[in-house]
């Protein structure tokens, strides 16, 4: 027998851009699979497209559109290793969603495996440990109480104190700073935000706890949607070095590939455009049907992770060649940014922040 609907408490997510709204997509397609009873939210930006808006709509009970808010903290975002994070603070109007009387924020980022509304009978600010710094919570999952004072409360200490990390989390836990000692049921189980070091870190936990994971969190630059999925076999390969367990990246795209991508607009740019192409035993023109544009990204993150073939593809000849070619093309196209040029920068980006 289905359960009631709870009306006045929900789940929230944040996307201020058409790759995140993936995310947000999967996320919301996980929690409805282990039937939650609670409303789901997301917030969006100005950066969120029209037609990814309509997805958005027909998944999520309220669409709400906020301001971004930035910290244009580069130099801790530097240290973080994330410049890419400044418009986390973006996150902080949830505490303006005062039609809830209680919430869990979860980032885009997130796969919820099992039912987790049990969270609603825990109290602000509850949280699990972050894994690099287990005196801080991660803020990619957390229970909150909507509060305009709240809200205005945080923007005063962004102002006069900022955030160590250049993004929300550092904010977070200075001004929540109590969380770490005062009250042990703020600590939510790890369970509930299991990110990907957890894997490399502590294998025999991971194989002895697997069963108990709820949530998982896809930590760092590279996400699932940036992983190379084959559409012939319908299976993703995890790229090497990111930690994603290849186990939860099949069931991220598995969701996507069943509830997200077939609603996907192939006229879109970007990724999401690439994603919308794929039709799964083949055919398409996406990233499963395009091998080329997959070992490109490959290598691309590798050589980020200073992992350059020196002695093959990347070797200084061929650099030379793809340095020449580009000079050319832009020769040819010298007003506004060639095609060429603007498909290489997103998938130099990784596509994770650049669309408007
Ligand atoms: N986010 C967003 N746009 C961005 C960057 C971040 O909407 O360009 C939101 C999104 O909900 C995301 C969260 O902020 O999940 C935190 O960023 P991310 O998950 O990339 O940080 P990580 O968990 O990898 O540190
Ligand atoms: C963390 C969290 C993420 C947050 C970021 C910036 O890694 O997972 O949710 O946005 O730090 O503070
Ligand atoms: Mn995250």
């Not at 709509?57 to 580069?74: H, I, K, P, R």
């Not at 990246?249 to 999401?272: A, K, R, S, Y």
């Not at 290598?299 to 061929?318: C, H, I, P, T, V």
């Amino acid at each position: 027998m289905a359960s009631e609907r709870v009306n006045d408490e929900a789940f929230v997510t944040l996307a201020t851009n058409d790759t995140y709204a993936l995310g947000c997509l999967v996320l919301g397609s996980s929690l409805q699979r282990v039937h939650t009873t609670r409303q789901l939210v997301v917030m969006i930006t100005s950066g969120v497209s029209a037609p990814m808006r309509q997805q958005l709509v027909a998944l999520f009970d309220q669409v709400v559109e906020v301001n971004v808010l930035d910290s244009s903290d580069t130099c801790n975002l530097e240290l973080l290793g994330r410049p890419d994070l400044s418009c986390t603070f973006t996150k902080f109007h949830c505490w303006r969603l005062t039609q809830f009387k209680k919430c869990v924020f979860m980032d885009a980022d997130t796969l919820v495996l099992q039912n987790i509304d049990d969270l609603f009978d825990r109290s602000e600010l509850s949280a699990a440990p972050d894994a690099g710094w287990p005196d801080c919570f991660n803020s990619g999952v957390f229970v909150f109480v909507p509060s305009e004072e709240t809200y205005r409360g945080l923007l005063a200490f962004a102002v006069t104190s900022g955030s160590f990390d250049g993004g929300d989390q550092g904010l977070l836990n200075s001004y929540f700073c109590g969380w770490a000692t005062e009250d042990i049921g703020k600590h939510l189980p790890f369970t509930y935000n299991v990110v990907s070091q957890a894997f490399y870190s502590y294998l025999p936990a991971f194989k002895q706890f697997r069963s108990h994971v709820k949530v998982v969190h896809f930590i760092g630059a590279v996400k699932p949607w940036h992983q190379p999925f084959n559409s012939v076999t319908g299976q993703v390969s995890a790229f090497p070095n990111t930690g994603h367990s290849q186990e939860f990246l099949q069931v991220w795209w598995n969701i996507f590939m069943e509830c997200v991508q077939p609603n996907l607009d192939p006229g879109h740019t970007g990724i999401v455009g690439e994603l919308a192409s794929l039709s799964l035993g083949g055919g398409g023109g996406g990233e499963g049907g395009s091998p080329n544009k997959r070992d490109d990204r490959e290598r691309k993150l590798q050589w980020e992770q200073g992992q350059a073939d020196y002695m093959g593809e990347d070797r200084f000849d061929n650099i030379m060649a793809r340095l020449d070619q580009k000079i050319s093309d832009t020769k040819q196209h010298p007003v506004g940014e060639p095609a060429e040029v603007m498909s290489s920068q997103r998938l130099a980006e990784g596509d994770t922040g650049a669309e408007k």
